[in-house]
């Protein structure tokens, strides 16, 4: 079983839609969690760390349920810019970051 | 300020062949991290170094090497270039070893041939 698992999409969605992008993790010992936001042929940059109590930026909410090792992505009222890869990042005792292969998003006019 | 910067930016070499690829920290930052993504992949993680010194080691092979110089700046070295080694390579740098904030370079883009 992969340490960070995604669905890799495609999620193709109109604007102004609702998407949620759903991520598991098999170490339960991991302490820090965050999503980052992947651009064509661009470097990663990260969108928000996630938080047990669940935190929101803009139209982005992420959610953490450590009890199932899951983490959560909600991007409301989706805008064309939106369009990226959403790498789930999970980082445990050790100093190394552990992504997951990615949700790909498509916002359509 | 300049961000991690990179280079080169794109790089074709022949299996068989050494590689070197270069990565230049923000400013201040300490620690430098080196990614290998696959087309299609998350990227996995290869080395980090802090103070000069490997702090960390991801699963690859001893092909892989690499080193962090006095001004922070990092060189990674591949030898023995396969075909599986193409990938887009990314630096990330951060101030101290374990901070929560990375920020990645723009990688280079490596063809094995």
């Known amino acids: 079983r992969k340490e960070v698992e995604q669905d890799p999409g495609p999620f193709n969605v109109p604007e102004g839609a609702t998407v949620a992008f759903n991520c598991t993790y098999s170490n339960s010992a991991s302490q820090s969690f965050f999503w980052y936001r992947q651009d064509c042929r661009k470097e990663p940059k990260l969108l928000m760390s996630?938080?047990?109590s669940g935190n929101e930026d803009g139209r982005f909410t992420a959610q953490l349920n450590r009890a199932s090792q899951y983490i959560s992505l909600l991007i409301r009222d989706s805008k064309l810019s939106d369009s990226a890869t959403y790498l789930c990042v999970v980082k445990g005792n050790g100093q190394n970051f552990v992504f997951g292969p990615g949700t790909r998003l498509s916002v359509l006019p | 300020d300049a961000g991690v910067t990179q280079s080169p930016t794109h790089l074709i070499k022949t299996r068989g062949q050494h590689v070197t690829l270069r990565c230049s920290p923000i400013s201040g930052h300490k620690s430098v991290s080196w990614y290998q993504q696959v087309l299609g992949q998350g990227p996995q993680f290869i080395f980090q170094y802090y103070e000069k010194e490997e702090r960390g080691r991801g699963n690859f092979p001893d092909r892989f090497s690499a080193r962090q110089f006095p001004n922070y700046s990092s060189e990674l070295n591949v030898n023995a270039l396969l075909l599986g080694d193409s990938a887009l390579y990314l630096c990330?740098?951060?101030?101290?070893?374990?901070?929560?904030?990375?920020?990645f370079g723009p990688g280079t883009r490596l063809l094995v041939l």
């Open positions: 990330a740098s951060s101030f101290f070893q374990g901070e929560e904030t990375q920020y």
């Open positions: 996630v938080y047990s």
